[in-house]
T-cell receptor, first 111, second 112 residues
Framework: GEDVEQSLFLSVREGDSSVINCTYTDSSSTYLYWYKQEPGAGLQLLTYIFSNMDMKQDQRLTVLLNKKDKHLSLRIADTQTGDSAIYFCAESTSGTYKYIFGTGTRLKVLA | DADVTQTPRNRITKTGKRIMLECSQTKGHDRMYWYRQDPGLGLQLIYYSFDVKDINKGEISDGYSVSRQAQAKFSLSLESAIPNQTALYFC???????????FGQGTRLTVV
């Protein structure tokens, strides 16, 4: 079945770049997503990438997709303390409209 | 006002009680979902609905039921709550594309 995996923790210094990684098993995944969850809040959709794309950039966020290795990454440039949160990777397959989420990566930004 | 509203935000209930969590949305989306979040386990899909007449089980539907009362309303019920149903519950919506789901603020449920 579908599975999405992420490492649980990442710690970076303010101003550095953060790279959060994700692997997925479903080769028919159509869209892949990154969400951010701040304490006490719901998940906020940050960005998504279609499976026929290799890269997508949106301001400080860069998403890289290696479809052959089923690997997705989110790079946050110039990481700020406000970026401290849990980041979830998710995938969906066209026609199912179900979103399968990873376990989340807790990003801690050190001042 | 939030696009996806969940009530209540927090609830403590006793083992064996019936409880309903409610979700309403103003986004006009057809698709609605209930997820459960446990630390270290990510989000698990409980039920989802693609329109008022369509209800589908997710990965962990046992012990839960849902009702889609209208396009904008989707409620989750625990018929007889048990302590391992203590978790954070999220409602989400999406449109007919695959452009991602939009989440409510969550309901923190504690079963004692």
């Amino acid at each position: 079945g579908e599975d999405v995996e992420q490492s649980l923790f990442l710690s970076v210094r303010e101003g550095d770049s953060s790279v959060i990684n994700c692997t997925y098993t479903d080769s028919s995944s159509t869209y892949l997503y990154w969400y951010k969850q701040e304490p006490g809040a719901g998940l906020q959709l940050l960005t998504y990438i279609f499976s026929n794309m290799d890269m997508k950039q949106d301001q400080r966020l860069t998403v890289l997709l290696n479809k052959k290795d089923k690997h997705l990454s989110l790079r946050i440039a110039d990481t700020q303390t406000g970026d401290s949160a849990i980041y979830f990777c998710a995938e969906s397959t066209s026609g199912t409209y179900k979103y399968i989420f990873g376990t989340g990566t807790r990003l801690k930004v050190l001042a | 006002d939030a696009d996806v509203t969940q009530t209540p935000r927090n609830r403590i209930t006793k083992t064996g009680k019936r409880i309903m969590l409610e979700c309403s949305q103003t986004k006009g989306h057809d698709r609605m979902y209930w997820y459960r979040q446990d630390p270290g386990l990510g989000l698990q899909l409980i039920y989802y609905s693609f329109d008022v007449k369509d209800i589908n089980k997710g990965e962990i539907s046992d012990g839960y039921s849902v009702s889609r009362q209208a396009q904008a309303k989707f409620s989750l019920s625990l018929e007889s709550a048990i302590p391992n149903q203590t978790a954070l519950y999220f409602c989400a919506t999406s449109d007919r594309g695959d452009r991602g789901a939009f989440f409510g603020q969550g309901t923190r449920l504690t079963v004692v």
